[in-house]
């Protein structure tokens, strides 16, 4: 990688894409020096929405263990439930399956972002959910804890709930909340947790409308965009899985030309194949994290001597 990317895309991906992403992001940084804290912008969706926030926060990524690097927050032990991580995590765990669960009655309004009548489809299966009664207030807790703030640099993303359409906080014309509150909004899967209502309207995870929201990313000419993509790795044969993966490349497709359009270089980095095995076929499953993150890492080292 020859030079540190301008903005950030990180995308949905459960607890294991979570694991990943950080992974990729500490290798690179280890690789080529770069502190990926001062890019220009971050755009995070889901899980990728908690590692964003960290990075607004000057949080640096988790290194895996055997690299002996000391860093915050630390990874979460068997039946250890504190900081920022082991929050993130148990979110995460849930709300980046979006991205495989839902991906396929959005399908058709993923693949065309701007049309009305893909919002409206979106909003109409919406509110056909039941509502659920889990929230994911402590996540939004342990996100206030770190300081992060909308200083015009990040960006979390989300979808409203009665329009079906996106919503992007930190942008110039998004709505306004705070960090934590619009991160616990990213992680809001329909299903499983309550809408976030913020100036009484509600929020669910950005997910519904695109794994990773590539052309959220305020790129403009001769902009470098780096956008990992963790469920283009999950493995598996099964219907379901295979379509989740071909809508996700359409829409990653048509996303990467939206910001080719204006002039910006856009890197897209999927799991690699010792990464993918790592990761398998469930997002959800944490008791594999460590082995995630260490496949990133090395993953990520391997993209930071590239040229």
């Given at each position: 990688m020859r030079s540190r990317p301008d903005i950030l895309v990180?995308?949905?991906?459960?607890?294991?894409?979570?694991?990943w992403m950080t992974g990729v992001l500490a290798g690179i940084e280890d690789a080529t020096g770069f502190d990926l804290r001062r890019c220009e912008y971050f755009v995070g969706t889901s899980a990728g929405a908690i590692i964003a926030a960290r990075l607004a926060a000057g949080l640096s990524p988790q290194r895996p263990p055997a690299t002996g690097t000391a860093?915050?927050?630390?990874?979460?032990?068997?039946?250890?439930?504190?900081?920022?991580?082991?929050?993130?995590?148990?979110?995460?765990?849930?709300?980046?399956?979006?991205?495989?669960?839902?991906?396929?009655?959005?399908?058709?309004?993923?693949?065309?972002?701007?049309?009305?009548?893909?919002?409206?489809?979106?909003?109409?299966?919406?509110?056909?959910?039941?509502?659920?009664?889990?929230?994911l207030d402590s996540l939004r807790r342990e996100v206030e804890r770190t300081g992060a703030r909308f200083d015009g640099r990040?960006?979390?993303?989300?979808?409203?709930?009665?329009?079906?359409?996106?919503?992007?906080?930190?942008?110039?014309?998004?709505?306004?909340?705070?960090?934590?509150?619009?991160?616990?909004?990213?992680?809001?899967?329909?299903?499983?947790?309550?809408?976030?209502?913020?100036?009484?309207?509600?929020?669910?995870?950005?997910?519904?409308?695109?794994?990773?929201?590539?052309?959220?990313?305020?790129?403009?000419?001769?902009?470098?965009?780096?956008?990992?993509?963790?469920?283009?790795?999950?493995?598996?044969?099964?219907?379901?899985?295979?379509?989740?993966?071909?809508?996700?490349?359409?829409?990653?497709t048509l996303e990467t030309l939206a910001l080719r359009r204006r002039g910006a270089a856009v890197q897209t980095v999927a799991p690699d194949h010792d990464a993918a095995a790592a990761i398998g076929a469930h997002l959800m499953d944490h008791r594999r994290r460590e082995q995630v993150l260490a496949a990133g890492y090395r993953q990520g080292l391997m993209l930071g001597v590239a040229r």
């Open positions: 990180l995308g949905a991906g459960g607890a294991l894409g979570e694991a860093i915050a927050p630390p990874a979460p032990s068997a039946g250890e439930a504190d900081g920022l991580t082991s929050t993130a995590i148990h979110a995460a765990r849930y709300a980046g399956e979006l991205a495989l669960l839902a991906s396929a009655p959005f399908a058709a309004a993923a693949l065309d972002v701007a049309a009305r009548g893909g919002a409206l489809a979106r909003a109409a299966v919406l509110r056909s959910l039941p509502r659920p009664a889990r929230t990040l960006r979390v993303v989300t979808v409203e709930r009665r329009s079906g359409r996106r919503a992007v906080f930190g942008s110039p014309h998004g709505p306004k909340a705070s960090v934590g509150l619009a991160v616990e909004a990213s992680c809001a899967v329909p299903w499983l947790f309550a809408p976030v209502t913020i100036d009484g309207h509600e929020y669910v995870d950005g997910g519904v409308w695109s794994p990773t929201n590539l052309d959220a990313a305020p790129a403009g000419r001769d902009t470098h965009v780096l956008c990992l993509t963790p469920t283009a790795g999950v493995t598996g044969s099964t219907a379901l899985i295979e379509l989740v993966r071909n809508v996700g490349r359409s829409a990653l």
